[in-house]
């Protein structure tokens, strides 16, 4: 059976027109209507201080989202762990659990904008130690009993729905992330899938079972439309702002090429990538079908700032000509 997937990270930037709670409410509506189609989870993102508006709170409209929601999962990846406190961060997720009753999902990552740090005045050097403690701290606070925080008493309640609580994987784009995410984590999800094999061997050397292969998936993205030229021309610039706005990010990082992000400026040459892509209905069903069983397909209806109206009209593309052909597949 193929899996889909949605994912929303509401860059919203001034030439995209549309006003923010306009965006926000139409990320929880579109997402409402992945769960009545049968999807299996709904991917939120955070970043910081950001002048298109990247979505800074995840967890608050996780719980926006669970509330009219059913069956989707909901996975926060990712969440910069370095800039959050433990405590409320186990707090807040365990709510999130709660109105979701075991929907959620968590990817943490030790981030690498280093604005957002300034920010919150954070240290970058401190990055892998802090998120090695959020790991420990979650599941100390999810067992709902007293613990020693920093050399304090702390109690978190009530406990997540989940037992012992929502999975902790790790997210991250070197060998020593991939390497921390088998010991500390239940899973990884690699910027770059060759990390894979790091995080999949270290399971092994740690005694732990074989994760296997590597699911796939990667950054990349695909917009329905009948007619691709013209559907072209109407996301081109977003998708330019978003592989740029991350490749800047990449560039100061010293990160470029993760993920497939780096500045670009000739339009045609990020086309010809194949980051972005415009496809029709009947193209998406043949690469459904051609995944087989278990394969994934994600959706960013919103991707860069795209209006919600033209992100509707890629959705319901998908309901009308897609979804009937791969049913049961």
């Known amino acids: ?81 370095p800039l959050h406190d433990p405590l409320r961060l186990a707090e807040d997720a365990a709510i999130v659990d709660l109105i979701s009753r075991g929907r959620l999902d968590l990817v943490l990552t030790n981030g690498y904008v280093a604005s957002e740090f300034a920010m919150f005045g954070r240290e970058l050097s401190e990055r892998p130690a802090r998120t090695t403690e959020a790991v420990e701290t979650l599941r100390q606070a999810w067992t709902g009993e007293p613990f020693e925080f920093r050399g304090r008493r702390a109690r978190v309640t009530p406990r997540p729905h989940q037992d012992p609580g929502p999975p902790i994987w790790l997210g991250g784009s070197t060998p020593p992330a991939a390497r921390r995410a088998a010991r500390i984590a239940d899973g990884f999800l690699p910027s770059s899938p060759e ?35 013209a559907g072209w021309a109407a996301i081109v610039p977003h998708a330019m702002h978003e592989v740029n706005a991350y490749g800047q990010w990449m560039v100061e990082a010293g990160l470029v090429g993760v993920g497939g992000y780096e500045p670009v400026s000739d339009p045609d040459v990020l086309r010809a990538s194949g980051q ?54």
């Open 1 to 81: 059976m193929a899996l889909y997937g949605i994912r929303f990270d509401l860059r919203n930037p001034s030439f995209a027109n549309t006003p923010m709670s306009e965006r926000i409410n139409a990320a929880i509506d579109m997402t409402e209507w992945a769960d009545r189609h049968g999807f299996v989870v709904a991917v939120l993102s955070e970043h910081h201080g950001c002048e298109d508006g990247y979505l800074p709170s995840p967890l608050a409209l996780a719980s926006a989202i669970a509330a009219r929601t059913t069956d989707i999962r909901i996975q926060i990846a990712a969440l910069v762990a």
């Open 195 to 229: 990390l894979w094999d790091v995080y999949r061997k270290e399971c092994v050397v740690l005694g732990k079972p074989d994760p296997g292969e590597h699911m796939g998936g990667d950054t990349s993205m695909f917009h329905l439309a009948t007619d691709v030229e």
């Open 276 to 329: 972005y892509r415009v496809i029709t209905p009947a193209e998406l069903v043949a690469e459904i079908k051609a995944k087989g069983p278990f394969g994934f397909s994600l959706f960013h209806p919103l991707m860069g700032g795209i209006p919600p109206e033209l992100g509707w009209e890629s959705l319901r593309l998908f309901e009308t000509e897609v979804l009937p052909h791969v049913q049961g597949d």
